[in-house]
């Protein structure tokens, strides 16, 4: 029900947007997370929005330079990633949550299948 896109290879400094493509109630009824998992590392959060889009929420280290963003009409959520760093690179995890907006990964419900972002130094 979640389908990652737009992951790719970027300079340092460059940017990329993802893409999370949701069907059924997890469009607009359910809070949207960004989580990431590089080689050999647990996976982290990076970024939820709540249903409506009111509050966001973002780990510490790509606060200021990544922007989490939905249109329902078009059950999409956006990841904007600008000011690329090397240790961004990882597999970027969309996935969705009754709950209210959270960066737990135990209390999302639904994940889709990851979109690779590796960024050069």
């Known amino acids: 029900q979640l389908q990652a896109s737009g992951g790719g290879l970027v300079e340092t400094g460059g940017s990329l947007r993802l893409s999370c493509a949701a069907s059924?109630?997890?469009?607009?009824?359910?809070?949207m997370g960004w989580f990431r998992q590089a080689p050999g590392k647990e996976r982290e959060f990076v970024a939820t929005?709540?249903?409506?889009?009111?509050?966001?929420y973002y780990a510490d280290s790509v606060k200021g330079r990544f922007t989490i963003s939905r249109d329902n009409a078009k059950s999409t959520v956006y990841l904007q990633m600008n000011r690329l760093k090397p240790e961004d690179t990882a597999l970027y995890f969309c996935?969705?949550?009754?709950?209210?907006?959270?960066?737990?990964?135990?209390?999302?419900?639904?994940w889709g299948q990851g979109t690779l972002v590796t960024v050069s130094s």
């Open positions: 929005i709540s249903w409506r889009g009111a509050t966001t």
């Open positions: 059924g109630r997890t469009a607009t009824s359910y809070s």
């Open positions: 996935a969705a949550t009754r709950n209210y907006t959270s960066p737990r990964t135990d209390e999302y419900d639904y």
